[in-house]
């Protein structure tokens, strides 16, 4: 086994990578090679972003633009991400992956699928650091020698001292950290970044419809009802009440789900609502609602939908399947299962 450790320096912040540098090590941290691409973004540079960022790059934009492209160097990174034998190792990667995963759908090139390490996160699952976690910081900690920040090459060396420091502080092999601190690791698959917090999508976690969950719960509820299971309920409309909604995005992204697979609609205008989800703390004034509306209790909407008990449980929702059944996850995500064996 041996480690590949990469950085990525990108002409624009969404990409446009003008650098891949990388250095494979064996397990004990000895270089066996190292190299740093040059690469033409085909992108104009962000000298704006960069200067406000205080970005300073080594090497001049004749210097990126006469370089290769990405398409003359994919053979290339594809056989370093790809190689099985290659444990894959960064700082702050995700970046990195996104970055590449741009390029590769700016230029039409297949998506690469590798699963990596970020030395980022291990400071701050293990360290329990939340301060001074900038690469150069953290290398300056280690007594190196003074290394250029933002050429792709030295952020690669600086991330393997930072992360051998790391090792040598807290008694731990790399081996302890693939073993205990899965959390630390990201996969790329398809062009998608799935970091490792218990999810395949990204979304907030907490159980409260954020803002950024809510735009997914407005896609779900843009969906045509499906009539999987029944039409018992078409032409109904079905709703919860805003203090259930606010309070359990798995709930609420469950209820939409089921009840399009009964042919129904789902709304959050509770007036509109036939059958409305309440609890004690539900608030809502007579005059807003339906001539004739149901109210139902939890339990109740479980029974009316012919689901099992505590089925709608925010702890027995897996939300990924939810979230899987949007038009623009659903081919996706069922590469994904086929992929990775899952039902």
């Given at each position: 086994?041996n480690?590949?450790?990469?950085?990525?320096?990108?002409?624009?912040?969404?990409?446009?990578?003008?650098?891949f540098?990388?250095?494979?090590t064996?397990?004990?941290?000895n270089?066996?090679?190292?190299?740093?691409?040059?690469?033409?973004?085909?992108i104009?540079?962000?000298?704006?972003?960069?200067?406000?960022?205080?970005?300073?790059?080594?090497?001049?934009?004749?210097?990126?633009?006469?370089?290769?492209?990405i398409?003359?160097?994919?053979?290339?990174?594809?056989?370093?991400?790809t190689?099985?034998?290659?444990?894959?190792?960064?700082?702050?990667?995700?970046?990195?992956?996104?970055?590449?995963?741009?390029?590769?759908e700016?230029?039409?090139?297949?998506?690469?699928?590798?699963?990596?390490?970020?030395?980022?996160?291990?400071y701050?699952?293990?360290?329990?650091r939340?301060?001074?976690?900038?690469?150069?910081?953290?290398?300056?900690?280690?007594?190196?020698?003074?290394?250029m920040?933002?050429?792709?090459?030295?952020?690669?060396?600086?991330?393997?001292?930072?992360?051998?420091?790391?090792?040598?502080?807290?008694?731990?092999?790399?081996?302890?950290?693939m073993?205990?601190?899965?959390?630390?690791?990201?996969?790329?698959?398809?062009?998608?970044?799935?970091?490792?917090?218990?999810?395949?999508?990204?979304?907030?976690?907490?159980?409260?419809?954020?803002?950024?969950?809510?735009?997914?719960?407005?896609?779900?509820?843009?969906?045509?009802?499906?009539?999987?299971?029944?039409?018992?309920?078409?032409?109904?409309?079905?709703?919860?009440?805003?203090?259930?909604?606010?309070?359990?995005?798995?709930?609420?992204?469950?209820?939409?789900?089921?009840?399009?697979k009964?042919?129904?609609?789902?709304?959050l205008?509770?007036?509109?609502?036939h059958?409305?989800?309440?609890?004690?703390?539900?608030?809502?004034?007579?005059?807003?609602?339906?001539?004739?509306?149901?109210?139902?209790?939890?339990?109740?909407?479980?029974?009316?939908?012919?689901?099992?008990?505590?089925?709608?449980?925010?702890?027995?929702?897996?939300?990924?399947?939810?979230?899987?059944?949007?038009?623009?996850?659903?081919?996706?995500?069922?590469?994904?299962?086929?992929?990775?064996?899952?039902k």
């Open positions: 086994m480690y590949l450790f990469f950085d990525t320096e990108c002409a624009h912040g969404r990409g446009g990578i003008c650098e540098g990388y250095i494979i064996d397990e004990k941290f270089i066996i090679t190292a190299d740093n691409l040059l690469i033409n973004p085909h104009k540079f962000d000298d704006y972003g960069h200067k406000k960022a205080g970005i300073v790059f080594a090497y001049s934009k004749d210097e990126y633009y006469s370089a290769p492209d398409m003359d160097r994919y053979d290339h990174i594809k056989e370093l991400l190689d099985k034998n290659n444990v894959i190792i960064g700082y702050s990667t995700d970046c990195d992956a996104k970055f590449l995963n741009y390029d590769l700016r230029f039409d090139l297949p998506f690469l699928n590798y699963t990596f390490w970020d030395v980022l996160k291990m701050r699952s293990i360290a329990n939340t301060t001074n976690l900038k690469l150069d910081v953290l290398y300056s900690e280690t007594g190196g020698a003074e290394l920040h933002h050429e792709a090459l030295s952020d690669t060396k600086m991330t393997i001292e930072v992360l051998k420091k790391l090792l040598h502080d807290y008694n731990l092999t790399f081996t302890d950290i073993e205990n601190y899965k959390e630390t690791s990201s996969e790329s698959f398809n062009g998608r970044v799935i970091i490792n917090d218990g999810s395949i999508f990204n979304y907030t976690k907490g159980g409260k419809t954020t803002v950024a969950n809510h735009k997914i719960l407005d896609d779900c509820i843009k969906m045509p009802p499906i009539n999987v299971y029944s039409q018992v309920f078409k032409d109904k409309i079905f709703s919860i009440a805003p203090n259930i909604v606010k309070e359990n995005f798995a709930t609420t992204m469950a209820i939409c789900n089921y009840t399009k009964m042919g129904a609609t789902f709304t205008s509770v007036c509109d609502a059958y409305l989800l309440v609890d004690e703390k539900s608030k809502i004034p007579k005059n807003r609602l339906r001539k004739g509306v149901k109210l139902l209790n939890l339990a109740q909407f479980e029974q009316l939908l012919n689901l099992e008990k505590d089925a709608l449980l925010p702890e027995n929702i897996v939300i990924d399947e939810f979230i899987g059944e949007l038009p623009y996850n659903r081919e996706w995500f069922s590469e994904y299962k086929k992929t990775h064996n899952l």
